[in-house]
T-cell receptor, first 114, second 115 residues
Framework: AQSVSQHNHHVILSEAASLELGCNYS??????LFWYVQYPGQHLQLLLK??????LVKGIKGFEAEFIKSKFSFNLRKPSVQWSDTAEYFC????????????FGGGTRLMVKP | GAGVSQSPSNKVTEKGKDVELRCDPI?????LYWYRQSLGQGLEFLIY????????KSGLPSDRFSAERTGGSVSTLTIQRTQQEDSAVYLC?????????????FGSGTRLTVV
């Protein structure tokens, strides 16, 4: 079975600080990896995804994530956060032989102070 | 439709009653998923429908939970004899075949409160 761990449950940053949210997964085969974001009062939205090619993936709003296969990691980064980045962030993995559904991490609540 | 539509958006029910939650996926999306998001928890997979194949029910927490998808489109999640621990936001998502192609599109969820 696959699993996803997000080690930071709550993160508080000031505007312009750099962000890195950790995501580690366990699955022995080929994976597709995702980050979703849920802004306050809104539904989950896809932030970025990786399924092949360049392991450094760029998403919307200046976010990027790097797939490091040897570390089973897919950490999310942003060089300079804004107050509007306050949201909950979910990492998810889809294993190619794991029934086509996504397994999500527990989420990280990010609060950016203006 | 343009997005995944879920109804009702909020539901308060008494313990022991049955509830039905509805999901209308994006037209043409063959895959439909139900997840549950409890306070402070991540998203818990419940059930997955893909086309005309038998659904993957491996995430349903008990036999009080069931779901169906009629005509490859609308899906209904039914919870019988609701318990307080069933209180959560129930999320529906749809996708084109495999999630890896384009990811899921989520609905806004149904917030279920069992009192």
């Amino acid at each position: 079975a696959q699993s996803v761990s997000q080690h930071n449950h709550h993160v508080i940053l000031s505007e312009a600080a750099s962000l890195e949210l950790g995501c580690n997964y366990s699955y022995g085969g080929t994976v597709n990896l995702f980050w979703y974001v849920q802004y306050p009062g809104q539904h989950l939205q896809l932030l970025l995804k990786y399924f092949s090619g360049d392991p450094l993936v760029k998403g919307i709003k200046g976010f990027e994530a790097e797939f490091i296969k040897s570390k089973f990691s897919f950490n999310l980064r942003k060089p300079s956060v804004q107050w509007s980045d306050t949201a909950e962030y979910f990492c998810a993995v889809e294993g190619n032989n794991a029934g086509n559904m996504l397994t999500f991490g527990g989420g990280t609540r990010l609060m950016v102070k203006p | 439709g343009a997005g995944v539509s879920q109804s009702p958006s909020n539901k308060v029910t008494e313990k022991g009653k049955d509830v039905e939650l509805r999901c209308d996926p994006i037209s043409g999306h063959t895959a439909l998923y139900w997840y549950r998001q409890s306070l402070g928890q991540g998203l818990e997979f419940l059930i997955y429908f893909q086309g005309n194949s038998a659904p993957d029910k491996s995430g349903l927490p008990s036999d009080r939970f069931s779901a169906e998808r009629t005509g490859g489109s609308v899906s209904t999640l039914t919870i019988q004899r609701t318990q307080q621990e069933d209180s959560a936001v129930y999320l529906c998502a749809s996708s084109l075949e495999r999630a890896g192609v384009a990811g899921y599109t989520f609905g806004s969820g149904t917030r279920l409160t069992v009192v």
